[in-house]
């Protein structure tokens, strides 16, 4: 059953009026930036890793093969069963899913850091710090860039199924919720809510922030 | 004159011997053209010079230590504008920011690079980003300046251009330079020390002072005939 646009468009206007769309969506975006924020932060730590030995980089790869291939609901059961009915559920959740995403692509950027230009590097003498602040982040940034977009993506899509359990707020509570009081123009509603999060973040954070990075290009 | 760079018995083995057993000595100001077969050592005897390479046997004396080295490829950093790539190598010399910037604009003005200095690598032309990593070579004031096949990816029109500003820019700083290239026309042209190495593993066959007592064009034809001699040599062993 198909509810009539003109029914979803009432009822996303009625949710922007009442404020409830900012509610929300900040209890949303509130975990992914945790989950994922702590993804980036990790997937950096391993990048760095990586890049100072060659057997961290084979550990970190296969670690995160192994992580890529986890489904979501797994994730979702495993963090009810640590987190009872809490906010952690969604956080970690959205934390295992972005993780392998973001390290990967990362991880994919160190390896790829061209030779030739460290052992340029190493002719003008260049201490390992300028080596690093001059060499490896320029040619690695595009990568993790390339990869918090996927990734952040990813966390909205994943927070808001992992929000079905325990929680109270957030989009994927509400559009359970509408689900239950049979308001299937909401749960279109809230889906419309979601995509415009989605392009907002992607044009006005990722997209930018690649365009400032490779000026040079 | 002072000994600049000396080479003594370096040999190098990849698996098989490489280089068998190479000496000899430059002097200050001295523009050295190493010579040779395709795959027969020259590039790897200049990358031990260069220190970035460990020789299996011999050793190399540096007069100084510092090198500047221009490879095949310009290896500059393609986020850095043209002035920032020279700037970034001159911070481990221990210039200050405004030395820095006068010692780039000025060599960058020697490669005959001036008014392109804020340009970023991919907006200029390969010969463009190959004069830049000269000036960068350049401005560290190397003792000695090491040269790998340094205009390998240029045209024709372009790679004669280079190699009269490389001649023209060897007489105003009056840098050693070792220079690498497969081509005898290149080397005739702008060494002073012409080192043929022989096929692998590498050996001097020949070592021509380009004084101009001998005429170019015979000069050529004569090197020419040793490089085939090298090269039929080592098609020979091969099949032997």
Redesign the interface.
Same mark, same amino acid.
């Not at chain 1, 190493?122 to 201490?127: E, P």
């Not at chain 2, 950093?77 to 850095?80: D, M, N």
């Given at each position: 059953m198909l509810p009539s646009p003109r029914s979803v468009l009432i009822g996303l206007v009625e949710v922007v009026r009442s404020g409830e769309v900012w509610t929300h969506t900040a209890a949303s975006l509130f975990r992914i930036v945790f989950g994922f924020g702590a993804a980036v932060v990790v997937s950096v730590l391993m990048g760095l890793g990586a890049f100072l030995s060659r057997a961290v980089r084979t550990v970190v790869q296969d670690a995160l093969a192994v992580l890529n291939s986890t489904s979501v609901f797994v994730w979702i059961v495993i963090s009810l069963i640590w987190f009872g009915l809490s906010n952690w559920a969604p956080i970690f959740t959205t934390f295992m899913i972005t993780l392998p995403v973001v390290a990967s692509n990362l991880v994919e950027g160190v390896a790829g850091v061209d030779r =030739? +230009?460290l052992?340029?590097g190493?002719?003008? =003498? +260049?201490?390992g710090g300028?080596k690093f602040t001059?060499?490896v982040i320029?040619s690695t940034v595009p990568y993790l860039i390339a990869g918090m977009k996927v990734g952040f993506g990813l966390a909205l899509k994943v927070s808001v199924v992992a929000e079905i359990f325990g929680v109270t707020t957030g989009i994927g509570y509400i559009m359970n919720y509408s689900r239950e009081i049979l308001a299937t123009q909401m749960v279109f509603a809230w889906a419309l809510v979601m995509i415009l999060v989605m392009m907002a973040t992607d044009k006005l954070v990722f997209d930018a922030a690649a365009r400032r990075l490779?000026r040079?290009? | 004159m002072a000994v600049t760079l000396e080479v003594v018995d370096v040999g190098k083995d990849f698996l098989i011997p490489i280089i068998d057993r190479v000496s000899f000595t430059v002097e200050a100001g001295e523009f050295v053209c190493l010579l040779g077969p395709n795959g027969c050592g020259k590039t790897t005897l200049l990358r031990i010079i260069?220190g970035?390479e460990p020789p299996t046997r011999g050793r190399v004396v540096l007069g100084g230590h510092r090198?500047?080295?221009v490879?095949q490829?310009d290896?500059l950093?393609?986020?850095?504008t043209v002035r920032k790539n020279v700037e970034?190598?001159l911070?481990?010399v221990g210039l200050g920011p405004t030395e820095r910037r006068e010692t780039a604009a000025r060599y960058l003005g020697m490669a005959g690079l001036a008014g392109f200095e804020d340009y970023?690598p991919?907006r200029v032309s390969g010969g463009m980003r190959q004069r830049a990593a000269i000036a960068?070579a350049l401005a560290?004031e190397p003792d000695v300046l090491l040269m790998d096949e340094p205009f390998g990816a240029l045209d024709a029109q372009n790679r004669r251009i280079m190699q009269r500003e490389v001649r023209r820019i060897w007489r105003e700083t009056g840098r050693t330079i070792v220079f690498v290239t497969h081509s005898i026309e290149e080397a005739v042209e702008i060494g002073t020390t012409l080192i043929m190495l022989s096929a692998r593993p590498a050996r001097i066959r020949e070592l021509i002072r380009n004084d101009g007592r001998v005429e170019r064009a015979k000069l050529v034809d004569d090197l020419n005939t040793i490089i085939m001699e090298e090269v039929e040599r080592q098609q020979g062993g091969r099949l032997a």
């Open positions: =030739r +230009l052992e340029m190493d002719v003008y =003498r +260049l201490s300028e001059a060499i320029p490779t040079w290009r | 260069g970035l090198v500047g080295v490879f490829e290896r950093l393609p986020w850095l970034l190598v911070k481990p970023y991919g960068r560290v």
